[in-house]
């Protein structure tokens, strides 16, 4: 059983330190009392229906997440992109003192275009507004404001700030990650550093949960479609 286990991480890549997770030993505490006839879910139904399971129960979660906030401050993060011909963005919130971040929205800005309007700056700071208007304390509680370094995702970050002074704003790491490590590619010496440097960030890209949720939440919307 050992060597079956230690396969499945070693041929999927998984980290050693996952092992060591609950919801490993969960798992692996599930399996024990499922008995023979059990067979795993396949990729489809982990993307269709299991993901609805898990999500109600994150969604059950997400009040004493709410609530934690009041005491140890929150930091809102917004992602925005365009995936499959339509301008979408995620709002996440992620506390210090719970692991898992807490999903707020995603946000399809579809219909606002259609209307003549457009996914800009001030659209993306309306939004992100209104979802910390809905927060406990109508957001008071949310200190730190972060999306990547895009100048309209820039200005919007200003435009958040003018209307909540209290959220202070930065770039997200792993996207200044990303632009520091093409200016770096200009420099000839270093191409196999910067081989090594693109793999260490898109493992950080692969191991991050909220990351990961801003990818779920995206891949819900486009149900069938590869991301």
């Given at each position: 059983i050992d060597e079956a286990v230690a396969k499945f991480f070693y041929g999927c890549d998984i980290p050693f330190a996952v092992s060591d997770s609950v919801l490993f030993r969960r798992m692996v505490s599930a399996l024990?009392?499922?008995g023979s006839q059990y067979l795993p879910p396949h990729r489809k139904r982990l993307s269709a229906d299991?993901?609805?399971?898990?999500?109600?129960g994150i969604s059950a979660q997400k009040l004493p997440a709410l609530e934690?906030?009041?005491?140890?401050?929150?930091?809102g993060v917004m992602d925005g992109a365009t995936v499959h011909?339509?301008?979408i963005a995620n709002v996440v919130l992620k506390m210090a003192t719970i692991r898992k971040p807490?999903?707020?929205?995603?946000?399809?800005?579809?219909?606002?275009?259609?209307e003549g309007g457009s996914k800009d700056a001030d659209y993306m700071a309306e939004s992100f507004v209104e979802e910390v208007g809905k927060l406990p304390d109508g957001g008071v509680h949310l200190v730190l404001m972060l999306n990547d370094t895009a100048s309209d995702e820039?200005?919007?970050?200003k435009e958040v700030q003018e209307v909540c002074p209290w959220i202070s704003r930065g770039p997200c790491g792993t996207h200044v990650m990303s632009l520091i490590l093409k200016l770096i590619a200009a420099i000839d010496?270093?191409?196999?550093?910067?081989q090594e440097g693109n793999e260490i960030t898109e493992w950080c890209r692969g191991h991050h949960a909220t990351i990961?949720?801003?990818?779920?939440?995206?891949?819900?919307?486009?149900p069938g479609k590869k991301i």
């Open positions: 024990r009392l499922a299991m993901l609805d399971v898990v999500e109600n934690a906030m009041k005491t140890v401050g929150a930091t011909g339509e301008p807490v999903h707020l929205k995603l946000i399809n800005a579809k219909k606002h275009i259609a820039m200005l919007a970050q010496e270093i191409e196999t550093w910067l990961a949720l801003l990818d779920k939440h995206v891949a819900l919307h486009f």
